[in-house]
């Protein structure tokens, strides 16, 4: 009888979600404890994975999901742990792995203080301690969220950014203290806003003098929270203000001294997810540290602020809102409303689309881009009535595709691609065979032997994937006449349409493309691509 040979994985977990729970479950105990368990039951130990400071709610831990990989690559075949809350205490997440997934795959799991194996068929008490662990999370979450709100109610600081101008007390970290060279800089905000300048007025006058950003300027601090920025953001890149940033400062009452907290809230402790609470449930303390601005100033600045604020002078409705993008930079486009001065001091009020991104960052977005809002309307109307005169006639509009795809030529460069990656498939099979008889004849060792194969697989994992594209790709003259039928029975009801309305564009329009007004032949014209559903070409 040959009996199974047991490729052991140790898995250990602790967080804060687990309390205080001193030295009984640190890592290092769990993994002493379960080290001695193989030993004593002659279980081979492959790997140790270790997840610490992660979250019990949270299953996409970096060694858990390692373990999962390994699991799949026939690495693993047992998984050990101190009790079933070190693999999760979401109960559902929890007994689909120790219920469905680990036997799927032929994984024995065993929690040892909770006196489970999944070899055996005395389990029963497993979701029934698996709940429990869920109801402990439950309650932990709810103790976690009183104990914050009651810091909250203490004036204490409690959130992980601090105020752009402040930093931690070193004695006292849920207290502020005043961080000098950003303070100046807020200083600056609320002295240019008393002068009568706007937010816009203040964020290129920032700019202009190249004063770090606040997340710059957390970077230079060492924050590695905000080095990303580093990656993403293109030349000179710390110094670029955004309006949004400067609105911000001006409206946050902690500038005067106050603290406000609970801002935001997590929804459910399962998801994690932080939703905006109402302004008037905020909960706000005053006077628990140093103002950088005095009320009096502070109180001025909004009132100047609400004074700019333009009152809405139209009713017209959005009806291409998130749909429109600058062929310039690929940002979406805004509605704005714009006025104009005229003679004898009168103003005109204009809708129009405009890129924002030209503004607050004008090296990458080089050209000022907008379009009149009713002009864009009747263009698209007419554009509409034209694309339902072609659905009248299907040729016309399949002629058109094969007239834009015949000048393609990424169609021919596919077609290469496929058959390279084809001939090279072949090779590996014959590669892979070869390696295979190798080894029986002991011309290489096992140890070369898994490489080689591993670096063959791989290499046909990656060529497959590819090959998976490029055959959607070519294939999509068919999918362009089949959903060009789906489109039809969309259209059907709005053949005969007077009026454009936002439930019409939004079933037609996956886009629209604007680009920047160019002087062609003495004419200032304007390129319009509107991108169909369905079709997914540009009329």
Excluded at 37 to 66: A, I, M, W
Excluded at 92 to 121: H, L, P
Aim: glycine content about 4%; overall charge positive; aromatic content about 10%.
């Amino acid at each position: 009888m040959i009996q199974e040979v047991y490729k052991t994985a140790i898995y250990c977990r602790l967080s804060s979600d687990d309390g205080n729970v001193g030295d009984s479950s640190s890592i290092q105990t769990q993994k002493l404890m379960l080290e001695k368990y193989c030993n004593e039951h002659n279980f081979k130990v492959v790997d140790t994975y270790v997840d610490d400071g992660f979250s019990g709610l949270n299953y996409n831990r970096p060694s858990f999901q390692r373990l999962l990989k390994d699991i799949e690559d026939k690495r693993i075949n047992v998984v050990i742990t101190k009790d079933l809350s070190r693999l999760g205490r979401d109960y559902i997440q929890t007994g689909y792995y120790t219920e469905i997934y680990f036997q799927s795959k032929g994984v024995r799991y065993i929690a040892v203080n909770d006196n489970v194996d999944t070899n055996r068929d005395d389990n029963d008490i497993a979701p029934f301690k698996n709940i429990l662990n869920d109801m402990y999370a439950k309650d932990l979450s709810k103790k976690v969220k009183s104990a914050k709100r009651q810091r909250a109610l203490n004036g204490m600081f409690i959130s992980a950014q601090t105020p752009f101008g402040y930093k931690k007390n070193p004695n006292n970290p849920n207290q502020l203290t005043i961080d000098e060279e950003p303070a100046e800089t807020v200083k600056e905000i609320f002295r240019l806003a008393l002068e009568g300048k706007g937010i816009v007025a203040i964020q290129k006058i920032l700019t202009e003098r190249k004063i770090l950003t606040p997340a710059a300027y957390k970077a230079k601090q060492g924050d590695t929270r905000f080095e990303r920025y580093y990656s993403l953001r293109g030349e000179d890149w710390e110094y670029n203000w955004c309006p949004a940033t400067v609105r911000t400062i001006m409206r946050d009452i902690v500038y005067v001294g106050d603290m406000e907290n609970r801002k935001y809230e997590i929804e459910n402790y399962k998801t994690k997810k932080r939703v905006p609470v109402p302004q008037e449930k905020h909960i706000i303390v005053k006077d628990t540290h140093e103002a950088i601005i005095s009320r009096t100033d502070f109180e001025t600045v909004q009132e100047l602020v609400s004074a700019k604020r333009r009152t809405r002078k139209h009713t017209d409705e959005n009806i291409f809102k998130s749909i429109i993008f600058c062929k310039t930079c690929g940002h979406r486009m805004h509605f704005a409303n714009v006025t104009r001065n005229r003679a004898k001091g009168t103003k005109v009020y204009e809708l129009l689309y405009k890129c924002s991104h030209h503004f607050t960052n004008p090296t990458e977005c080089t050209k000022n881009n907008g379009i009149n809002y009713f002009n864009l309307k009747e263009i698209i109307t007419n554009r509409i009535r034209y694309l339902f005169s072609l659905l009248k006639d299907d040729q016309k509009l399949i002629q058109m595709y094969y007239d834009k795809t015949a000048q393609d030529n990424s169609i021919e460069k596919y077609k290469l691609e496929k058959f390279k990656i084809e001939k090279r498939n072949h090779s590996l099979v014959k590669l892979t065979s070869k390696v295979y008889n190798d080894n029986v004849e002991g011309l290489i060792d096992d140890n070369t032997c898994s490489e080689l194969l591993k670096n063959y697989q791989d290499e046909q994992k990656s060529l497959n994937q590819k090959l998976i594209e490029i055959n959607k790709y070519l294939e999509k003259d068919n999918d362009f006449v089949s959903n060009l039928n789906k489109l039809k029975q969309v259209v059907k009801d709005y053949l005969d349409f007077k009026e454009l309305t936002i439930e019409m564009v939004n079933m037609l329009i996956s886009k629209i493309v604007i680009a920047p007004k160019e002087l062609v032949d003495g004419q200032r014209m304007q390129e319009i691509s509107i991108v169909y559903r369905f079709i997914n070409i540009s009329i």
